[in-house]
């Protein structure tokens, strides 16, 4: 079996899309750039996610790229953001709270400092396989940080592959489910990365990471975002086949360059 990379991604701000690269750099928080910014609710102090999109429907039409490469020694570079409508504002414009603030219908912050204990509201739909159904939960994220659970996201086209033969009328494209690394395992069989879980993977040379869980999915999956339509049934075929798990998290071990292309090798 050979597993390599096939696609590789990072999100300037939290909810918003994101950049496709060709390599990335990959250090103790995670890809280089990734998740650095975010919108903090200025009347609820919570972060704001596409996780619960009663307040925030339309987040996923924001995107962000950076203005120059991200450092890798956890510095904040210079964001660009371009609103649903095609305005674009640098993140040291200072209107852009104002400009967000206008689109999203609350007052917000651009923020690149995470409060010490963040939370976001997250969105349940009513499905029966879920933890919980129609209602929503105020969930905690890792402290001082704007990431859901881990730090890296992995994936493979043979999970996508294994849920589209369970719902042939559903779009698994990978956009849905927003991964930093993508991988084919190739002869690995469905859910390859499931069997990485517990064990310490490498990719390329020298990024080595410990892949800790399976990635719980939301209701974010199912938003409808550029071409993708919202489709409850993608989560639903998800939760009835595989516990409502897409990819894995992973923690890093050892850091470096990840390129497009390279192999995937489980250590231990």
């Avoid at 103790?28 to 429907?57: E, F, H, Q």
């Avoid at 659970?149 to 999970?159: D, F, I």
């Avoid at 992973?250 to 995937?264: K, N």
Wanted: charged letters at 20%; hydrophobic letters at 40%.
């Amino acid at each position: 079996m050979t597993t390599r990379v096939v696609g590789l991604w990072r999100y300037p701000v939290k909810s918003m899309a994101g950049e496709r690269c060709t390599d990335v750099h990959i250090g103790a928080r995670g890809i280089a750039g990734d998740r650095r910014y975010a919108l903090v609710d200025a009347l609820t102090g919570k972060v704001a996610s596409a996780k619960n999109p009663r307040i925030w429907p339309t987040l996923l039409e924001f995107a962000a790229r950076y203005l120059e490469t991200p450092g890798t020694n956890g510095a904040t570079s210079r964001v660009e953001i371009a609103l649903p409508d095609g305005t674009v504002r640098a993140s040291d414009d200072p209107a852009i709270d104002a400009d967000l603030a206008a689109t999203l219908g609350r007052q917000v912050r651009l923020a690149s400092v995470a409060p010490p204990d963040p939370t976001l509201e997250e969105y349940w739909p009513d499905i029966d396989e879920l933890a919980h159904r129609d209602v929503v939960t105020d969930e905690a994220m890792p402290a001082t940080t704007f990431f859901d659970c881990a730090t890296v996201h992995l994936l493979t086209t043979n999970t996508l592959d294994a849920l589209g033969t369970r719902y042939p009328g559903g779009n698994f494209d990978v956009g849905r489910f927003r991964p930093n690394v993508l991988l084919d395992a190739n002869g690995g069989g469905e859910f390859a990365e499931d069997t990485w879980i517990g064990k310490t993977v490498r990719i390329g040379k020298d990024v080595v990471l410990q892949v800790t869980c399976g990635t719980g999915r939301c209701v974010m999956t199912t938003l409808g975002q550029g071409a993708l339509p919202a489709d409850v049934a993608v989560l639903r075929t998800a939760a009835v086949h595989h516990g409502a798990h897409v990819g894995v998290y992973a923690e890093v071990v050892a850091g470096g360059t990840v390129t497009l292309g390279d192999p995937l090798v489980v250590e231990a």
